[in-house]
């Protein structure tokens, strides 16, 4: 059971605009940025987003993220079929075991 | 640009101690930055071990804490990751990455190395 939520699951077709939430807490999403990683099959996680809504270099701006409250969102537009992959969003719990890092359980982008 | 290298036994027996190391390459460790440990069991998703600063100083994930020690090596400008005791629930794929402070995002990351725990 992760402390970040995450759908297991979501699709598009090419060209598509898709999102995957990640529901947290207080004291986690609440109170911290989150992060978001591109996992390819057979691969290691990549960083996609960073701070809520800021790219990395050489991340498409096709890729984009925001948060509200202690909820998290990324969106990918124009969808491609290099996309399908599992999404990680991430961010820092302040609970009373804590400050750790938290993971959501993973979404599994599939490109129809 | 910096590149972390994974190395250590594929195989560890129940109750014995995991121990893998992280090569960083095109930084030195000693300049800064901090260093951390993540897992994913097969089929499953991310769990944060722990993370250390160049200085040595470490912080880990609460639920690991009593069996994991991480430390650093500025000499051979590598850090490493033990966690004793290990059973079956500990096979995972162990990814190390970069973090550019404590509690900031982790880029980049190496490409993990699988460890089984059986007997």
């Known amino acids: 059971q992760s402390v970040l939520t995450q759908p297991p699951s979501a699709s598009g077709t090419p060209g598509q605009r898709v999102t995957i939430s990640c529901s947290g807490s207080s004291s986690n999403i609440g109170s911290n940025t989150v992060n978001w990683y591109q996992q390819l099959p057979g691969t290691a996680p990549k960083l996609l987003i960073y701070s809520n809504n800021q790219r990395p270099s050489g991340v498409p701006d096709r890729f984009s993220g925001s948060k509200s409250g202690t909820s998290a969102s990324l969106a990918i537009s124009g969808l491609q079929s290099e996309d399908e992959a599992d999404y990680y969003c991430a961010a820092w719990d302040d609970s009373l075991n804590g400050p750790y890092v938290v993971f959501g359980g993973g979404t599994k982008l599939t490109v129809l | 640009q910096v590149q972390l290298q994974e190395s250590g036994p594929g195989l560890v027996k129940p109750s014995e101690t995991l121990s893998l190391t992280c090569a960083v390459s095109g930084y030195s460790i000693s300049s800064g930055y901090y260093w951390g440990w993540i897992r994913q069991p097969p089929g499953k998703g991310l769990e944060w071990i722990g993370s250390?600063?160049?200085?040595?100083?470490?912080y880990y994930n609460p639920s690991l804490k009593s069996r994991v020690t991480i430390s650093v090596d500025t000499s051979k400008n590598q850090f490493s990751l033990k966690l004793s005791s290990v059973t079956a629930a500990d096979t995972a794929v162990y990814y190390c990455?970069?973090?550019?402070?404590?509690?900031?995002?982790?880029?980049?990351w190496g490409q993990g190395t699988l460890v089984t725990v059986s007997s």
């Open positions: 250390i600063y160049h200085s040595g100083s470490t």
């Open positions: 990455a970069r973090a550019v402070d404590r509690r900031s995002w982790f880029d980049p």
